[in-house]
T-cell receptor, first 113, second 114 residues
Framework: QQQVKQSPQSLIVQKGGISIINCAYENTAFDYFPWYQQFPGKGPALLIAIRPDVSEKKEGRFTISFNKSAKQFSLHIMDSQPGDSATYFC????????????FGTGTRLKVLA | EPEVTQTPSHQVTQMGQEVILRCVPISNHLYFYWYRQILGQKVEFLVSFYNNEISEKSEIFDDQFSVERPDGSNFTLKIRSTKLEDSAMYFCASEGQGFTGELFFGEGSRLTVL
């Protein structure tokens, strides 16, 4: 119930390609879905986030698509760049309360030059 | 740009020893968190702290763990008697007032228990 399932575990994309990472959840009480980006040796940093009242949110090359009925959300990175190579974590939490994020298992993205 | 700082960056300890991990959250933040990441696994919530008390804790945060904000700037995580399975990267995070939607994470403290 409290898990967030993330796939794929790793992803290799050519420069300029589209990177797609998927997450699924079970707990319908979750209503805040952030994506965190983590570079080696660094802590996770917020990339983009969405609430379930919208189906899509775009910030630059990064887009979250959200399907409330399927309880799935995904991160799309358009025009992927070598500098996007990092580990990406999806997460979920209930808005009312502290940030007890449930993180996915992470996707290691490598963008080839 | 304000940041969360953590010390030490890496600590090696013997099983059964006490360890204290230190964090300096962003100065005007009010909510503080510890998360951990076992190598190659997901980031897991340990505890949240607000107004000098624990707000919420996970099942992982048992009696061996404690948190403290001793002086209004530092936020510490103590593990009383370390076990091999406590080996992980421990991340401190903080959040400002209100629901901003963003946790600011430090760079982590790697704990290795031998």
């Amino acid at each position: 119930q409290q898990q967030v399932k993330q796939s794929p575990q790793s992803l290799i994309v050519q420069k300029g390609g589209i990177s797609i990472i998927n997450c699924a959840y079970e707990n319908t009480a979750f209503d805040y879905f952030p994506w965190y980006q983590q570079f080696p040796g660094k802590g996770p940093a917020l990339l983009i986030a969405i609430r379930p009242d919208v189906s899509e949110k775009k910030e630059g090359r990064f887009t979250i698509s959200f399907n409330k009925s399927a309880k799935q959300f995904s991160l799309h990175i358009m025009d992927s760049q070598p500098g996007d190579s990092a580990t990406y974590f999806c997460a979920a939490s209930e808005v009312w309360g502290t940030y007890k994020y449930i993180f996915g298992t992470g996707t290691r993205l490598k963008v080839l030059a | 740009e304000p940041e969360v700082t953590q010390t030490p960056s890496h600590q090696v300890t013997q099983m059964g020893q006490e360890v204290i991990l230190r964090c300096v959250p962003i100065s005007n933040h009010l909510y503080f968190y510890w998360y951990r990441q076992i190598l190659g696994q997901k980031v897991e919530f340990l505890v949240s702290f607000y107004n000098n008390e624990i707000s919420e804790k996970s099942e992982i945060f048992d009696d061996q763990f404690s948190v403290e904000r001793p002086d209004g700037s530092n936020f510490t995580l103590k593990i009383r008697s370390t076990k091999l399975e406590d080996s992980a990267m421990y991340f401190c995070a903080s959040e400002g007032q209100g629901f901003t939607g963003e946790l600011f994470f430090g760079e982590g403290s790697r704990l290795t228990v031998l």
